[in-house]
């Protein structure tokens, strides 16, 4: 039974939000889907929201950062937010990193930055 | 298979009897979605905390994507176990026929990955649980065994 996945365009941004027993290859179909969109609609960053994930292990922590390169390589910086504490916790315990990956707290702390280093939106020009 | 009967008597043995003792075949991604609902099927019954539930899935997934990877199928057994001290501890064992390790200090190492990946589940397994055994006969196949101690 697949998964949908809600993709939310704000602006030049899109935020998308894990739902929690997403399966490996839903999350290859949508990976796919959001580095063409990119291209298609000129996407400037995209926030990764897993606050719905009570488990990431080194494979997800592999797809994620490997998805951000893929959208780096785009144009587009992607930002995960909403890893939960005792998500981030045992991924610090089981040895994980998500070095490169800007991670923020949630959505709306990612959009702030988004506009900061894209010069858009109603934060433009603020330090 | 009977085999798995006997681990769960071998961990018996050495650590304490094993209750609700449930068996998952592990051949693809789908099967850890299985995995993931067994630990929460015993996490009330052992009354784990979210933090001690997420340690032992993550450790869990890990062995469990190291038997799709490695061995193409296998066995996890999810257990309680109750030590003769009064504690009680949730169970995992994993258990495979794939090829085995042949180099199992390498393999604890963090970082080394035989086929291009992170290199932590067995490393990470370790440290996310308290009791960690692993034995692999290369040829034959790799066991192990972790038990996360619960208060």
Known sequence: ?127 | MALMETLADLVAARYGPVADAVRIPVREDADLAVVRHGIGGLAPRLGLSALQRVAITTAALELARNIVVHAGFGELLLGIVDAPSGGRGLLVVARDEGPGIRDLTLAMRDGYSSVGSLGLGLPGARRLMDVFEIESVVGRGTTVVCIKWIG
Request: glycine share 8%; net charge negative; proline share 4%.
């Open chain 1, 1 to 127: 039974m697949p998964t949908q996945t809600p993709i939310l365009k704000q602006g030049d941004y899109l935020i998308v939000s894990l739902q929690d027993a997403v399966s490996d290859t839903d999350l290859a179909a949508l990976w796919r889907t959001l580095v063409e969109r990119v291209g298609q609609q000129r996407i400037r960053g995209v926030v990764i929201d897993v606050s719905a994930l009570d488990v990431i292990d080194s494979f997800a922590c592999r797809t994620l950062t490997q998805v951000a390169q893929a959208l780096g390589l785009r144009g587009a910086e992607a930002i995960i937010v909403g890893i939960q504490p005792d998500v981030a916790f045992s991924m610090v315990q089981l040895g994980l990193s998500v070095r490169d990956v800007r991670t923020m707290l949630d959505p709306e702390e990612a959009v702030e930055y988004l506009d900061r280093v894209t010069r858009h939106g109603p934060h433009a020009g603020r330090a």
